[in-house]
């Protein structure tokens, strides 16, 4: 581990901005307190445009295979169900690190990806050129507003729930608060709930301060089957209100068992994708596997080195283990069962820091683009000198 800075000039900037953009939340919190120096990266990264449009094209097909004829009602029915309501999912991610060939690799995507005001804030802090929207918070107003259209048809968008398991307790519950007052200025309703008190009177879900139109979930119970979130359920199954984003998005894009089925011989074949598209998809497909009672033990022991270990349904580092450096012990957990094994595809490195890239994404478009520098096993928001930082792209 380095030394932690002398200075991050980044974050004294960031410091001297939010207040200018988020006047209200100034007035309740600390912003010192309330983020960490560890999450805002002083390091000024420069990457090459072309990791860019890989991403772009990268996106556009997943997007693609999305809605391919059939694929929604197919995977509606697998366990556990999930209803379909009309509208995508708002603030996904699409998260890579880049090979040794300058090619992106796809980890993960995400539907409920964190920090993106902070990217947003950082960029203004420095004065960056603004490449994928020209006004991130106008634009992410406007796709609430059509996920909300498109759940729900016909009726006004007047309220809005940000929901998450205990939010004042996440590391960065500031930023709920900066949504808050983000809907708040657009003349919305809002409200930042516990997920569990939401509930369902007759045929509107009902939050602290009344019914809610929109609930911005961001609690990581991503289909909707513990107890807190049972009231959130009933809403999306329902159609009591939108719900972004939601069950059948995660199933469609983000349940890591789309990327293994997709790694299978022929089956990117057997979509009716342009042969572009399906290469875009199998170019950043990683090698993957799921570690079920059928698994040879013994020689996913002995290939360890090539392998990270991922729970089936997880989110950041939660629960995750490097091949090369598992103990026995945890070995024997992983191998009972709601476990994968992902190639492992080391992150590049910027000085002395790992770094893999983060896309948000709203349907077919990046909206937003950060890095995330780390040491260590992998990202963690915990490393002095690294954290999130917005990217310069270089032709």
């Known amino acids: 581990m380095i030394s932690p800075p002398v200075d991050n000039p980044l974050y004294d900037e960031l410091m001297k901005v939010l207040p200018t953009l988020y006047p209200s939340t100034s007035a309740q919190i600390d912003w010192r307190e309330a983020v960490s120096p560890n999450i805002v990266c002083p390091v000024d990264v420069r990457l090459p445009r072309d990791l860019a449009r890989q991403a772009a094209k990268i996106v556009d097909a997943f997007f693609a295979l999305r809605g391919e004829p059939g694929r929604s009602s197919q995977l509606s029915e697998l366990d556990p169900p999930v209803a379909t309501p009309g509208n995508t999912s708002i603030l996904m991610s699409y998260d890579f690190h880049v090979d040794a060939q300058g090619q992106l690799r796809l980890i993960e995507i995400n539907t409920n990806a964190s ?53 004042e307790n996440q590391r960065l519950f500031v930023e709920f608060k900066m949504y808050e007052e983000l809907f708040a200025r657009h003349g919305w309703k809002v409200s930042i709930e516990e997920t569990s008190r939401l509930r369902v009177e007759g045929d509107r879900l009902i939050g602290a301060h009344g019914p809610v139109d929109l609930v911005y979930n961001r609690d990581t119970d991503f289909y909707l089957e513990h107890a807190r979130t049972a009231s959130l359920r009933e809403a999306t199954e329902r159609n009591l209100a939108c719900v972004s984003p939601h069950p059948h998005e995660y199933r469609l894009l983000a349940d890591k068992e789309r990327l293994f089925e997709l790694a299978k011989p022929g089956v990117l074949d057997s979509t009716s994708l342009s042969p572009e598209r399906k290469q875009a998809i199998r170019s950043a497909l990683i090698d993957s596997i799921v570690i079920d009672s059928s698994t040879d033990k013994e020689k996913l022991w002995a290939d360890r080195k090539k392998w990270f270990f991922k729970p089936r349904r997880s989110f950041g580092s939660k629960a995750a283990y490097r091949g090369s450096s598992i103990a026995k012990t945890a070995f024997e957990t992983i191998t009972s069962g709601h476990y994968v094994a992902q190639e492992f595809v080391p992150a590049s490195m910027i000085g002395d820091f790992k770094y893999d890239l983060r896309f948000y994404v709203y349907r077919d478009r990046i909206q937003l683009a950060c890095a995330r520098l780390y040491q260590g096993q992998m990202t963690n928001s915990q490393t002095p000198g690294g954290g999130v930082a917005p990217i310069n792209w270089i032709d």
């Open 115 to 167: 920090s993106s005001l902070m990217v947003d804030a950082m960029m203004d802090a420095k004065k960056m050129r603004r490449d994928f929207s020209p006004d991130f918070r106008r634009e992410i107003v406007a796709s609430f507003e059509l996920e909300h259209d498109a759940a729900r048809p016909g009726h006004q968008l007047k309220s809005v729930a940000i929901v998450d398991d205990h939010p």
